[in-house]
T-cell receptor, first 115, second 112 residues
Framework: NAGVTQTPKFQVLKTGQSMTLQCAQD?????MSWYRQDPGMGLRLIHY???????DQGEVPNGYNVSRSTTEDFPLRLLSAAPSQTSVYFC??????????????FGEGSRLTVL | DQQVKQNSPSLSVQEGRISILNCDYT??????FLWYKKYPAEGPTFLIS?????DKNEDGRFTVFLNKSAKHLSLHIVPSQPGDSAVYFC???????????FGTGTRLKVLA
């Protein structure tokens, strides 16, 4: 059972380039989310989704796009990377039923550097 | 504005003693609270949670206390072990939006 899988684990981009961080889970979780971790800032919520076709903004959504076409996948897109987006990104998922969610299961993270 | 605050960036405790990590929140719509542990270069892992209808939850060496009137929760680890050395995050889920908001973390060091 793989859990939450993030790819790539490491990426270096130049300012203005675009890329997609991939996230897949095999636990049939309806709820998925993306966080970024920066020193002294903790984990900040970027975007989240409570099911296929449904996405919503978190605390720091600017500069990022998401879509949820399947239950399993929740990619995070950077359309024009900026140095301020240098961070470690975590994808997380959880069950979601009867208007309740449980604990989040996290991936191992993707370290992104924007030059 | 930080809705979930962990005001102690770091904490050192002797092995075998109690570790107490604190967390404060400001949003009254939070109704589910969690603690996570994170080692370097790994994703956070779930430790323990508590619903707003309870004031205490225990799981082995870990106990979480919730004081709703004070908007405060704490994690007690007894006895502390060197393997507990990690960064601990508290998190809160907002009713209705299902957003999970995390604090800034507390680095715990358990000294042998």
């Amino acid at each position: 059972n793989a859990g939450v899988t993030q790819t790539p684990k490491f990426q270096v981009l130049k300012t203005g380039q675009s890329m997609t961080l991939q996230c897949a889970q095999d636990m049939n979780h309806e709820y998925m989310s993306w966080y970024r971790q920066d020193p002294g800032m903790g984990l900040r919520l970027i975007h989240y989704s409570v099911g296929a076709g449904i996405t919503d903004q978190g605390e720091v959504p600017n500069g990022y796009n998401v879509s949820r076409s399947t239950t399993e996948d929740f990619p995070l897109r950077l359309l024009s990377a900026a140095p301020s987006q240098t961070s470690v990104y975590f994808c997380a998922s959880s069950y979601f039923r009867q208007d309740q969610t449980g604990e989040l299961f996290f991936g191992e993270g993707s370290r992104l550097t924007v030059l | 504005d930080q809705q979930v605050k962990q005001n102690s960036p770091s904490l050192s405790v002797q092995e075998g003693r109690i570790s107490i990590l604190n967390c404060d929140y400001t949003n009254s719509m939070f109704d589910y609270f969690l603690w996570y542990k994170k080692y370097p270069a790994e994703g956070p892992t779930f430790l323990i949670s508590i619903s707003s209808i309870k004031d205490k939850n225990e799981d082995g060496r870990f106990t979480v206390f919730l004081n709703k009137s004070a908007k405060h929760l704490s994690l007690h680890i007894v006895p502390s072990q060197p393997g507990d050395s990690a960064v601990y995050f508290c998190a809160a889920m907002e009713t209705g939006t299902y957003k999970y908001i995390f604090g800034t973390g507390t680095r715990l060091k358990v000294l042998a």
